[in-house]
Nanobody, 124 residues
Framework: VQLQASGGGLVQSGGSLRLSCVASGNILSINHMGWYRQAPGKRPKLVARITSDGTIDYADSVKGRFTISRDNAKNTVSLQMNNLKPGDTAVYYC???????????????????WGQGTQVTVSS
């Protein structure tokens, strides 16, 4: 199983970016998918997460500015980031809890997978 993230880059304060992540491999189902970020010298934090039934959680700092969406048929999750602020500068990671096919270890105990990080830099 692999998670491949794309998007990110450099944008001015108030600008927008869109991150996308696709999961591939031996996947039976995906429970939750989400985005996390890690600023320099800080611990990773949840940005937004969406479950398979569409329940969404956002970090307070991004509510009203970021929108997470998911395409279950394509195993993708996206994060639309609007009105970006310098405080949003971080490496962003997508993550997912994935159930493998019957007979695999992750069928009964889904595993967490992570994509490679993508840098988001917001200049003031």
């Amino acid at each position: 199983v692999q998670l491949q993230a794309s998007g990110g880059g450099l944008v001015q304060s108030g600008g927008s970016l869109r991150l996308s992540c696709v999961a591939s491999g031996n996947i039976l189902s995906i429970n939750h998918m989400g985005w996390y970020r890690q600023a320099p010298g800080k611990r990773p934090k949840l940005v937004a997460r969406i479950t398979s039934d569409g329940t969404i959680d956002y970090a307070d700092s991004v509510k009203g500015r970021f929108t997470i969406s998911r395409d279950n048929a394509k195993n993708t999750v996206s994060l639309q980031m609007n009105n970006l602020k310098p405080g949003d500068t971080a490496v962003y990671y997508c993550g997912a809890e994935i159930r493998g096919p019957k007979g695999s270890g992750s069928y009964y105990y889904p595993d967490d997978y992570w994509g490679q990080g993508t840098q988001v830099t917001v200049s003031s």
